[in-house]
């Protein structure tokens, strides 16, 4: 494989990562009131994100490419594995890390949620150079065999990208068939009660939080009717288990949001 084969393979292999992101993204996020173009949106975000970092990764391993070296060391064959696994290993392991410490630590910057991404970076660096190692064959002169057809072909990868988007489409339990949302009527005697929730909003802009200039005067004139409570601490500087605790009075450890 020459230098300017390895800048296709890092296309490539954003492609194939890309694809596989945004569908495990999309099924781990578990949102089954919505259809399907939330499952294509997701990969179309990922295959986005991924080309710019798989463009990068090909310049690398062009740079690195020793062309008078046929296998081994700086060979295009054991840089192209290499970044096969890395687009592989990085993107599993970030998907990963993202359920461990939002859903299950509640946290990323906690002691245990370093522990475990240091232990995940270790994992995924070793797991990176055992695939480079398993891979490289597919990629050295004259390799033939489907393996070498799907990972060092623009025809072998469009198609398997394809064939894994097709099959996530038929899997996806949202749109059609997917669990409505509840239809019950409140009780007529329940109390009229407006819950209405700002994300990202600064409260240091609030004209009735001090700032200058009148920025929020509908926000202001339902406080002055109401209750302030001036001294709030989230339980969560992420949205989903913030909410979870405003609305089920749990810490993120009792919800599991």
Same mark, same amino acid.
């Given at each position: 494989?020459? +230098?300017?084969?390895?800048?296709?393979?890092?296309?490539?292999?954003?492609?194939?990562?890309?694809?596989?992101?945004?569908?495990?993204?999309?099924?781990?996020?578990?949102? !089954?009131?919505?259809?399907?173009?939330?499952?294509?949106?997701?990969?179309?975000?990922?295959?986005?994100?991924?080309?710019?970092?798989?463009?990068?990764? @090909?310049?690398?391993?062009?740079?690195?490419?020793?062309?008078? !070296?046929?296998?081994?060391?700086?060979?295009? *064959?054991?840089?192209?594995?290499?970044?096969?696994?890395? @687009?592989?290993?990085?993107?599993?392991?970030?998907?990963?890390?993202?359920?461990?410490?939002?859903?299950?630590?509640?946290?990323?910057?906690?002691? !245990?949620?370093?522990?475990?991404?240091?232990?995940?970076?270790?994992?995924?660096?070793?797991?990176?150079?055992?695939?480079?190692?398993?891979?490289? %064959?597919?990629? +050295?002169?004259?390799?033939?065999?489907?393996? !070498?057809?799907?990972?060092?072909?623009?025809?072998? %990868?469009?198609?398997?990208?394809?064939?894994?988007?097709?099959? *996530?489409?038929?899997?996806?339990?949202?749109?059609?068939?997917?669990?409505?949302?509840?239809?019950?009527?409140?009780?007529?005697?329940?109390?009229?009660?407006?819950?209405?929730?700002?994300?990202?909003? +600064?409260?240091?802009?609030?004209? %009735?939080?001090?700032?200058?200039?009148?920025?929020?005067?509908?926000?202001?004139?339902? *406080?002055? +009717?109401?209750?302030?409570?001036?001294?709030?601490?989230?339980?969560?500087?992420?949205?989903?288990?913030?909410?979870?605790?405003?609305?089920?009075?749990?810490?993120?450890?009792?919800?599991?949001?």
């Amino acid at each position: 494989m020459s +230098r300017a084969g390895l800048l296709g393979h890092g296309l490539r292999t954003a492609l194939l990562a890309g694809v596989g992101s945004g569908i495990a993204d999309a099924f781990t996020t578990d949102h !089954r009131f919505l259809d399907r173009s939330f499952l294509w949106i997701s990969v179309l975000a990922w295959v986005v994100c991924w080309s710019v970092a798989g463009t990068v990764l @090909g310049a690398v391993l062009a740079g690195l490419a020793d062309p008078d !070296r046929p296998r081994g060391g700086r060979s295009a *064959a054991r840089l192209a594995a290499l970044g096969t696994g890395a @687009g592989v290993v990085f993107s599993a392991a970030f998907l990963f890390l993202v359920w461990v410490n939002v859903s299950l630590l509640a946290t990323d910057t906690g002691r !245990r949620a370093l522990l475990v991404d240091g232990a995940v970076l270790l994992g995924s660096v070793i797991s990176v150079v055992a695939l480079g190692w398993a891979l490289e %064959g597919a990629f +050295r002169p004259g390799a033939t065999g489907p393996l !070498r057809w799907l990972l060092a072909t623009w025809r072998g %990868g469009v198609t398997l990208a394809a064939l894994a988007g097709f099959a *996530a489409t038929l899997l996806w339990r949202g749109g059609v068939g997917a669990v409505a949302p509840p239809t019950v009527v409140a009780p007529s005697d329940g109390p009229n009660v407006v819950l209405v929730l700002i994300d990202t909003l +600064r409260r240091d802009h609030l004209s %009735g939080e001090g700032y200058e200039r009148p920025t929020s005067p509908a926000l202001d004139e339902l *406080a002055s +009717r109401g209750v302030r409570f001036s001294s709030f601490t989230s339980q969560s500087s992420y949205t989903k288990p913030s909410v979870a605790s405003l609305l089920t009075s749990l810490y993120p450890s009792g919800h599991r949001v």
